[in-house]
């Protein structure tokens, strides 16, 4: 959780024009996807797939 939270921050670092350095102006147009995909990445680790894990046990099981 703290590894997505730590890059989101440091792109959007990147893309709001703070970075100067060699490599800088391309960095700025990876930052927004970056962003987005590890948004993205953590909200299907945290809720899509338990709850899909949750919804085949409970047919696994029988339950309803």
């Known amino acids: 959780m703290w590894t997505g939270v730590?890059?989101?921050?440091d792109t959007i670092t990147?893309?709001?024009?703070?970075?100067?350095?060699a490599g800088a102006d391309v960095m700025k147009r990876v930052a927004a996807p970056m962003v987005g995909g590890t948004?993205?990445?953590?909200l299907q680790a945290l809720l899509?797939?338990?709850?899909?894990?949750t919804l085949w046990q409970?047919?696994?099981?029988?339950?309803?």
């Open 14 to 21: 990147c893309s709001r024009n703070v970075s100067n350095g």
């Open 39 to 42: 948004f993205s990445a953590a």
């Open 6 to 9: 730590d890059n989101v921050y």
């Open 48 to 53: 899509v797939i338990p709850t899909l894990y």
């Open 58 to 64: 409970k047919r696994r099981l029988g339950l309803r």
